[in-house]
C-alpha cells in the first residue's frame, strides 16, 4: 500500500518564477491538505482539496493556488516566487469522513527560492 | 479558535532517561490530538492519536500521551530515551468547525538524545 508520495524532492528556483508542485493520496483517501513548513517552525495551513474543490484555506496569498483531479491527487502552485516562499511544503491526505481527520504526510518538497 | 502551545523549543535528555515533551491546547469544542515525529529532511509521522476514547493513549516507538482535560494538556513521555529518538516532536489539534475539520500544528520541540 503506497502512503502519500510528493513530487519533486527539492527545487530551486528564482525570485519572480513559477513552481508547482505535486502529491498523490495514500490509497483509498479522498482529501489532500497543503502545509508549508519554515526552518524551524510547525507546519502552516495552506488549503485543503476534496471533490476537486478548495474547502479551506489558511492565511496565504493568492499567489498560493492549488488543484485536485479526479484521481485525488493535488497540485500546489506558487507563483512571483519571493525568498520567504523557500521551505519545506508537505502534502497530506485524509478521509473527507474520517471523524478525527487523521493526516498522513508525504516526505516533503523543499523549495529553495534565490 | 484553537492553538497549540509547546513548551520549549529545545529539550535534552540522557540516553535511558525519561522523555517528558509538553504540550497544552485551546479548542472550543472537544478536540482531537495527536503527536507527530519528524526525522531530518523527512515528512511527520504519527506517533498516536487521541480521539475521546481512553485518556491514557500508546503510540509507537514506547511513546504515551495522557489527556488532562482540566489541565488542557496532552503531554508525550517515553520511560527511557533511545538514540533513535533524537528527532523533533508536533502536537497537534484537530476540531470540525463550520463543517470541516481544521488541524492546528504547534512549533514543535527538537529532542537532543546525549550518549
Known amino acids: 500500500d503506497a502512503g502519500v508520495t510528493q513530487s519533486p524532492t527539492h527545487l530551486i528556483k528564482t525570485r519572480g518564477q513559477q513552481v508547482t508542485l505535486r502529491c498523490s493520496p495514500k490509497s483509498g483517501h479522498d482529501t489532500v491538505s497543503w502545509y508549508q513548513q519554515a526552518l524551524g517552525q510547525g507546519p502552516q495551513f495552506i488549503f485543503q482539496y476534496y471533490e476537486e474543490e478548495e474547502r479551506q484555506r489558511g492565511n496565504f496569498p493568492d499567489r498560493f493556488s492549488g488543484h485536485q483531479f479526479p484521481n485525488y491527487s493535488s497540485e500546489l502552485n506558487v507563483n512571483a516566487l519571493l525568498l520567504g516562499d523557500s521551505a519545506l511544503y508537505l502534502c497530506a491526505s485524509s478521509l473527507w469522513t474520517g471523524g478525527s481527520n487523521e493526516q498522513f504526510f508525504g516526505p516533503g518538497t523543499r523549495l529553495t527560492v534565490l | 479558535a484553537q492553538s497549540v502551545t509547546q513548551l520549549g523549543s529545545h529539550v535534552s535528555v540522557s540516553e535511558g532517561a525519561l522523555v517528558l515533551l509538553r504540550c497544552n491546547y485551546s479548542?472550543?469544542?472537544?478536540?482531537?490530538l495527536f503527536w507527530y515525529v519528524q526525522y531530518p529532511n523527512q515528512g511527520l509521522q504519527l506517533l498516536l492519536k487521541y480521539t475521546s476514547a481512553a485518556t491514557l493513549v500508546k503510540g509507537i516507538n514506547g511513546f504515551e500521551a495522557e489527556f488532562k482535560k482540566s489541565e488542557t494538556s496532552f503531554h508525550l513521555t517515553k520511560p527511557s530515551a533511545h538514540m533513535s529518538d533524537a528527532a523533533e516532536y508536533f502536537c497537534?489539534?484537530?476540531?470540525?468547525?463550520?463543517?470541516?475539520?481544521?488541524?492546528?500544528f504547534g512549533i514543535g520541540t527538537k529532542l537532543q538524545v546525549i550518549p
Open positions: 497537534a489539534v484537530s476540531e470540525r468547525s463550520g463543517g470541516y475539520q481544521k488541524v492546528t
Open positions: 479548542s472550543s469544542v472537544p478536540p482531537y
